[in-house]
């Protein structure tokens, strides 16, 4: 095999990341826009010692579940079409793709644990693999006709000037067609970033990098949660599909509810607090979060007022540097934690702390597969945890990414 050769042959499984694999001449490579079963003829793009990836040519013979690309946008200017960035599984049928998915969990959970079916629930799917995002950013720049507002396109960074987005809601789709008609198009720089964002309380709304809304809002929206109505800085983080994350929300709060013996909270990363808002509301007793976001902090303590919850937040860095995990803990023996890290996961030095903690019961609830199993490796390492259950949350359709919320017992 060397470097643009053409190869036949059968993709074996969809890998995270979405890429097919197929081995030839014992060396796996692999190949996206692919389906498990598929006999594919490629090019080789790429060597290293022990994989190589490469470029459909063709497919010789087609899975089942293979569709027309659902996924395009098209360039207003040249009409020319492209997938959106990320949408690796826009050429499989929706089952298929959460299918896959699963597979690549249970993947990641057997190299932790033994049998994982006993532990590894049903895939929870997206009500709408479409149109399902509240958030989205665009970028700008000049083309030959004009100013250009799209997605840039790897790895070239060209930005495609496109009418809408088929994993945006609605009504972005809507404020991104108003703004292409105002006055406000025309003054757009090229190189500025433009993010929309829609709550069913405060609608569309869009601002260019940080500068303040194009239309009268507060700086906080309002998100609809099983919380109830929860105050979120607008340019902070929230779960970007409405329906998945109300149901991933709920689920934690049933999982805790379960158990009122361990009625103690603590909220790790917790963001503006729905997590522990919710399993309070469940049932909880003392509630402490730790978030390292200012606003974010601000924030989950409106809320708590708001909702009459007697809950401490706390603005603090978590890591080496950080608040010492033993000071936030209460009662261990009647604690719950909640941890919600961003994609890199937990700082290694908490998660040791948590796994040498002696708190009853983890909730882990993580978008990265990758970073999940290197922290749960930790934490199973203590000997002190073993996992009961996991499940799917299937956040980002039509992406190779997914939520996966875990729990951990004594």
């Known amino acids: 095999m060397a470097l643009n050769d053409t190869v036949t042959c059968r ?34 793009t790429q060597l290293k010692a022990s994989f190589a990836r490469a470029r459909v040519e063709a497919i010789i013979d087609s899975a089942a579940e293979r569709i027309p690309p659902c996924c395009r946008i098209e360039d207003r200017t040249t009409g020319e079409a492209f997938q959106v960035p990320g949408c690796v599984y826009d050429h499989l049928d929706y ?14 959970l057997s190299r932790l644990t033994g049998n994982i079916d006993s532990v590894l629930l049903p895939p929870f799917a997206a009500p709408s693999a479409l149109h399902y995002r509240n958030k989205i950013v665009l970028h700008t720049d000049r083309g030959p006709r004009g100013l250009r507002l799209g997605y840039r396109l790897e790895p070239s960074h060209q930005v495609i000037d496109m009418e809408a987005c088929p994993l945006a809601c609605d009504a972005i789709n809507a404020a ?12 757009l720089s090229p190189g500025a970033n433009i993010t929309f964002r829609h709550t069913p309380h405060d609608g569309a709304v869009w601002w260019i990098n940080r500068e303040p809304p194009s ?13 109830g109505p929860l105050r979120v800085p607008r340019d902070g983080f929230y779960q ?22 361990y009625s103690e909270l603590l909220d790790l990363y917790c963001g503006v607090g729905v997590f522990g808002l919710a399993c309070h509301a469940a049932g ?17 303590k409106l809320n708590a007022a708001a909702l009459g919850v007697p809950a401490t937040f706390l603005c603090r860095a978590l890591g080496p540097d950080g608040v010492p995990l033993d000071t936030l803990v209460g009662d261990a023996r009647r ?23 002696g708190i009853a019961r983890l909730f882990y609830v993580s978008c990265d597969p990758a970073t999940l199993a290197r922290d749960l490796k930790i934490v199973l390492a203590s000997n002190r945890y073993r996992i009961t259950r996991a499940c799917l949350f299937d956040m980002f359709p039509r992406t190779a990414h997914f939520e996966t919320l875990v729990e951990l017992s004594e």
């Not at 239309?215 to 919380?227: D, G, K, V």
């Not at 909880?284 to 989950?300: C, D, H, K, Q, W």
Request: glycine share 8%.
């Open 11 to 44: 993709i074996e499984k969809l890998v995270y990341g979405g890429d097919g694999l197929a081995r030839i001449d014992g060396r796996v490579v692999f190949i996206p826009g692919t389906a498990a079963g598929e006999t594919v003829r490629a090019r080789i």
């Open 95 to 108: 089952a298929a793709e959460l299918q896959a998915k699963q597979q690549q969990l249970a993947a990641f």
């Open 176 to 187: 991104l067609t108003d703004l292409r008609k105002s006055h406000s198009f025309q003054t």
């Open 215 to 227: 239309m009268p809002c507060a700086e906080l929206l309002t998100e609809i949660s099983p919380a």
């Open 240 to 261: 970007v599909n409405p329906a998945v994350g109300d149901a991933l929300v709920r689920t934690v709060a049933a999982w805790f509810a379960e158990v009122p013996a």
């Open 284 to 300: 909880g007793t003392r509630l402490t979060g730790i978030e390292s976001g200012r606003n974010a902090v601000a924030a989950a």
């Open 335 to 357: 604690t719950t934690a909640l941890v919600d890290p961003p994609r890199d996961g937990m700082d290694a030095a908490i998660t040791r702390s948590l796994a040498a903690s």
